[in-house]
């Protein structure tokens, strides 16, 4: 009798229904920038009337008129709808760009949405200045939504969830190692995640309207930079403004979009021993104060003319950009050496905290690195120590050590295997390879820091899709997606 192994079914019903309730939750939010056309008297109203009737329409028929027969979803289900949502969310999102005034390409308007939903913060467009209010929004909403996170979202409006494969989909979304449950059902953790984004979101949009941005303006960029998406309504940034004001205020919510929100949720019921006890935090401390000496060293000796400014408001703001993988830059950014080029690059590599709104590899996973090859090191001294990795005054188990360190060798390859590629598809060598990096890491940082300007209006079709992937891997931290590439996850 010939061996097999059975193929275990997926099951597919309850995905569709639960995808349909987040169609129409995109569809909800897809109303906001509808009416911000009809306010200020723009056509791209059309764009999104339609483009929230077909998502409404999609998501109305796969809730219900699809009826599964059971309820219940397994890690495997878990992973499968994670992936698939954000890119669901992704192809009926490009809608308004595509019936828009702007006219974008099928590719142009995937990749803006995926950028948008990722928190990448790169775009097709040579200049977005020409975009409607209702465009603007719109890439700010999506960037503010895939922030906290699609899956999590929807954890919190849908109770059913908490006992049907939530803790699956949580695990599968929320960036880090561990994922820490601040309340006891997954459902009230994603309540209180969102309730402290919200509010923070709020109060960092009135801070920017107290300064020189006007209402629309600082809804925008209070939705793209609580996030760390680094979207504008300007070509120019936050230099459009030149206010140091701004610059103050953002790196304030910045660094809190850093911070693993756990944390945040601890300190807002008083208990601010948890930052005190965590390394990450930390750490995150510690390399932003190295980075800023490094920095004002670099600028100090580069031979430019020095000011207050240059030796401290801007080099935090741009430290704490690269790190929280938020992606403003200053005026003076391309002009500060190659130096702080390299620093910066380090600082997207990493990104900030696990739990948090920001990309990169996160810091977590550097202290279990260091912490790993300090032990190596020992070993190489004395063979028969019993050496552990501890983290936050706990031992870490040698698997989630070695997972650790898969993570950053995949990382770091799929980097590389995006350069490639891009490289044989014509673009130069430092376009390819940073353009593979900045998508992975999600960062977005302009690409003009390679002397070649907005590398993305003039990239081949191909070389957008293929980006486009890179960001959702990034952002789902590699394991969730290529899952689905293995054999094994498609059997029992």
């Not at 992936?83 to 390409?105: D, E, K, Q, R």
């Not at 040579?126 to 999590?152: K, P, Y």
């Not at 202290?367 to 090191?377: Q, T």
């Amino acid at each position: 009798m010939p061996m097999y192994k059975s193929r275990a079914k997926v099951n597919l019903p309850v995905l569709m229904r639960v995808t349909g309730w987040l169609l129409m939750i995109e569809a909800a939010f897809m109303l906001f920038p509808l009416l911000t056309c009809l306010i200020y008297g723009e056509s791209d109203y059309m764009a999104f009337l339609i483009g929230t009737a077909i998502t409404a329409t999609a998501g109305g028929a796969m809730t219900f008129l699809i009826k599964p027969t059971r309820n219940d979803m397994a890690k495997r289900e878990g992973f499968l709808l994670t992936a698939l949502v954000w890119v669901i969310f992704s192809l009926f999102g490009m809608i308004p760009f595509l019936l828009s005034s702007t006219h974008y390409s099928i590719s142009d308007a995937f990749f803006e949405a995926m950028s948008g939903f990722t928190t990448t913060g790169v775009s097709a467009l040579s200049t977005v200045e020409q975009l409607s209010h209702g465009l603007h929004l719109w890439r700010c909403l999506m960037q503010w939504i895939g922030g906290m996170g699609i899956i999590l979202f929807t954890l919190a409006v849908i109770p059913m969830l908490n006992h049907s494969g939530g803790m699956q989909m949580f695990n599968a979304e929320v960036t880090g190692i561990t994922r820490d449950k601040i309340r006891p059902r997954v459902s009230q953790t994603a309540k209180t995640l969102w309730l402290i984004y919200f509010l923070l979101s709020i109060a960092l949009c009135l801070l920017l309207w107290a300064g020189p941005m006007d209402f629309f303006d600082s809804m925008c960029h209070a939705l793209s930079s609580m996030s760390t998406g680094g979207f504008s309504t300007r070509d120019a940034g936050i230099a459009a403004w030149e206010s140091n004001y701004l610059k103050i205020v953002l790196i304030v919510f910045m660094f809190i979009g850093g911070i693993n929100f756990a944390l945040i949720y601890k300190a807002s019921v008083g208990d601010f021993k948890s930052f005190r006890e965590n390394d990450s935090f930390k750490a995150y401390l510690k390399i932003i104060g190295l980075a800023l000496i490094a920095y004002i060293a670099a600028i100090t000796f580069s031979g430019q003319a020095v000011n207050w400014e240059s030796v401290s408001i801007d080099p935090l703001f741009q430290i704490v950009s690269a790190l929280s993988s938020t992606g403003y830059t200053t005026s003076a950014f391309e002009n500060w050496g190659t130096t702080i080029l390299l620093i910066t690059f380090i600082l997207m590599f990493f990104g900030a905290c696990a739990g948090s709104t920001s990309g990169g590899a996160k810091i977590d996973r550097l202290i279990f690195m260091l912490k790993n090859l300090r032990n190596e090191v020992h070993r190489c001294i004395q063979p028969n120590a019993i050496l552990s990795v501890r983290v936050n005054g706990r031992v870490i188990a040698p698997e989630l050590v070695s997972k650790v360190m898969a993570f950053l060798w995949i990382y770091v390859l799929i980097i590389i295997a995006g350069g490639v590629i891009l490289t044989s598809a014509g673009m130069s060598m430092p376009d390819a390879f940073y353009s593979a990096f900045s998508c992975v890491s999600n960062t977005g940082l302009t690409s003009a820091v390679t002397g070649n300007g907005n590398v993305y209006a003039f990239m081949p079709d191909a070389g957008k899709w293929l980006l486009s992937f890179l960001m959702l891997v990034g952002r789902l931290e590699l394991f969730t997606v290529l899952v689905l590439f293995s054999r094994s996850f498609w059997r029992k």
